[in-house]
């Protein structure tokens, strides 16, 4: 059996069977209408969203000006995992991303980990987004003096927490007039709800309508999707030129200083926000049977969207710790909240605006990319046929596109936004490491299979247990009480990655592992040990779930039960 459950998948028999449809049933394929600026728009359309709009602010509260380090380091660990995810997408160009790249590199067992955790980083990360678009759009509307029902607009959960937390300053003898406007529209929420059967009728509607309407779109065909996606983007680059030049003539240079004024620590607590911001470059890669030449369109499009945003968050972030100080940025619009503060409301107002069209933009790329994900896992027989069944008329998966939207939209009516972003960062991340883990998986095949793109080679063997002998006695003498810290139950996911930091490095001593790849893995694992331990709790018990399914279904029925292992062959 545990052989079966590493049984691989040949890159001739994955691009033959795209070629053909597998699975399909109904001889139709997907439409090949991407190009290398299509894909560009689709990168930035995926990462300039929710971040750039609301999680710079939370990030930039907790880091001060210095959070552009974080920004560029995450940028760094993001564009190691882009070479990587660049070199699978030009070796295996098809739709599946991860998941297919895990097949070739680590067997079925693995693909199916990876393609179970997708799920995370698409449909629960777009649920995230769904809810995000709803505050920014209510706030809009808000301002424009048509008020929604608040219970309308906002989660169960949410609600009652506000409710109770009112009520409890109403007891102490506080008015309504001197609370907190958002605690207040959470108890009016509660207050004014509809009772159903006993129960408070509360549900976030503007997100299921925006989900509708995305899946809509998708669902139509990927020429239309493309073009809406690249409309939104170029509203959304114009809106950031504009907030940076205006921005930066009220820039005050007094605070940035103290550029870092809490420490490393204070930088590292917005890791989750930060990588938030950066998720859905990768997204693309699961376009690579649209794409018109995808071997040599994704690497650049990878890439290309990772260095336009990089700049753009940096520039953003400096722009906003400079026109107020850093302690004044924790909420939900600061980009607007800085325009508010300086009285310029126009420009504030516009920019409002533009968060809407910047996190439709994210819904639009995430629900692409899920489908597609469930399209390859349905061909190699570890979902039902009905998975990969492609419209005749539209050319997209049909059944994973609704499903897709049924997904996001119904949870995206009742869930509360802390419960659903908890998970999507450390998905993500993991992703990352398998896919710089494939990398060098398959750079050691004695067959390598062809690639117009392959990840630039620079033998680790010393550079990598240098860099981590240096790192370990910096970290004695800096922060001697570290290693103590890491045996305690918070500590449990740094003690992981010191672990995986060793192992890889005695790897690397041996087999003379590429540093790109090495580098990716252990930067992204790193990030993946700053989340808590819940979280990790949280995400080892969603892949446990996952195993189950497998177990019960997929390991059954994979087109590769009961033939020989395939090699990877040219």
Known sequence: MSNSLFRKKSIATILKDAEEGMGDGHGASLKKVLGVRDLTALGVAAVIGAGIFSSIGKASYDGGPGVIFLYIFTAI???????????????????????????????????????????????????????SWSDYFTNLL??????????????????????????????????????????????????????????????????????????????????????????????????????????????????????????????????????????GFDAISTTAEECKNPQRD????????????????????????????????????????????????????????????????????????????????SRDGLLPKIFSRIHPKYGTPSFSTILTGCVVAIPALFLNLDVVLALTSIGTLFAFVLVCGGVLVLQQQPERAESKFRVPHINGQFIYPLLLICGIIIIIIKVPEHFQQIFTKEGFPMAIFWVVAVILSIYTF??????????????????MAQESHTNWLRFLIWLAIGLVVYFLYGYRKSKLNGIKDQTIKK
């Open 77 to 131: 660990a993001c564009g190691f995992a882009a070479l990587c995810y660049a070199e699978f997408a030009s070796t295996v160009p098809v739709a599946g991303s991860a998941y297919t790249y895990s097949y070739v590199a680590f067997g079925e067992i693995f693909a199916w980990i990876i393609g179970w955790d997708l799920l995370m980083e698409y449909a629960i990360g777009n649920i995230a987004v769904a809810i």
């Open 142 to 279: 808000d301002k424009a003096g048509m008020h929604m029902a608040d219970w309308l607009t906002m989660d169960y959960a949410t609600a009652h927490s506000g409710f109770e937390k009112v009520n409890a300053l109403l007891a102490q003898g506080q008015g309504l007039a001197g609370m907190d406007v958002a605690d207040v529209s959470r108890y009016t929420a509660w207050t004014q709800a509809p009772l159903f059967m006993g129960l408070h009728l509360i549900i976030d509607l503007p997100a299921l309508l925006i989900v509708a309407l995305i899946t809509y779109v998708v669902f139509v065909g990927i020429r239309e999707s493309r073009t809406a996606s690249n409309i939104m983007v170029g509203i959304k680059l114009a809106i950031i030129f504009v907030v940076i030049v205006v921005g930066a003539y009220y820039v005050n240079p007094d605070n940035w200083s103290p550029f870092t004024p809490t420490g490393f620590g204070g930088i590292m607590k917005g890791v989750s926000a930060v990588f938030f911001a950066y998720i």
């Open 298 to 377: 994704l690497p650049r499009g990878m890439i290309y969207s990772l260095i336009i945003c990089t700049v753009l968050y940096v520039l953003l972030a400096l722009v906003l710790t400079g026109m107020v100080h850093y302690t004044k940025l924790n909420v939900g619009d600061p980009l607007a909240m800085v325009f508010d503060a300086r009285g310029l409301k126009i420009i504030s107002g516009i920019v409002a605006g533009s968060a809407i069209i910047a996190t439709a933009g994210v819904l639009l790329v995430f629900q692409l990319g899920q489908p597609r994900i469930w399209m390859s896992m």
């Open 510 to 527: 041996l087999r003379k592992f590429s540093l790109i790849p090495v580098l990716g893995l252990i930067s992204c694992f790193y990030l």
